[in-house]
């Protein structure tokens, strides 16, 4: 079965890639949503394009999205979408976002699927398999890093941490080095060996949801900041590492 939910998964990201290329450095009008962040056509046309698609091969499915909220009847299977993940980038003109598509069974993620429309890269995790990727540059495997002081730190932007910006701090001044933005761009990069850890607030389940099977595919490990597993009602706060040793040094990091 889920080779098959692997096949639609891969079908709605090749729906939303022909949706948003060519939006992409094409002006688009920018909206405000109620939270402040940025919202497009494209992001709304590829949400209700996926949604279609899903919809109909497995209409017994819920689907929900980050744009228009969930459809379909409630039951074992829901599938999460984040059409543009990274929308500020998208307007911006770099490459450094994707379409977020996983499904969870029971609230717990077994597929994700990060794609680059723009660069044409696309990481596939299924829980109990190993990660696949598709691109022209790299191969699927998170590398080994036995300290926090060898490691690559990445994140998004400072701006989400309020508060925790001192915790997440504690963790920046004990890695090698830290780069900015990236949002799922930077978490697939972490399953193709090029970062080492990414810890983050204020995300939501479209956020994180495909992100898990890519990255635990990869062989790292995606948890909340105590090192516990991410839950839909869980508190956004996410921590990704590469080399699952990194994982208690991170943690104690990240502690109140």
Known sequence: ????????AEAAADVAASVVRPFFRAG???????????????????????????????????IAGEEFG?????????????????????????????????????????LGVIDQPITRERWIGAKGRPTLFRGEFGRPGCRPCGSLAEAELSVTSTAVFGADLPRWERLRDSTRRTTYGGDCYAYGLIALGQIDIIAEATMQLWDWAALVPVIEGAGGAVT?????PLRPDGDGRVLAVGDRALLAEAVACLAL
Request: net charge negative; proline share 7%.
């Open 1 to 8: 079965m889920i080779d098959s939910f692997i096949a639609a």
């Open 70 to 110: 969930t459809i379909g009847p409630s039951g074992r299977y829901r599938w999460v979408l984040d059409p543009v993940d990274g929308t500020r980038a998208f307007l911006t003109g770099r490459p450094q976002f994707g379409t977020l598509i996983s499904l969870l069974e029971d609230e717990a993620p077994i």
């Open 224 to 228: 909340d900041w105590t090192g516990q």
């Open 28 to 62: 688009v009008t920018v909206d405000q949503k109620s939270d402040a962040s940025p919202v497009t056509i494209a992001d709304r046309s590829a949400e209700l394009a996926m949604k279609g698609l899903l919809s109909q091969i497995f209409p017994d499915h819920a």
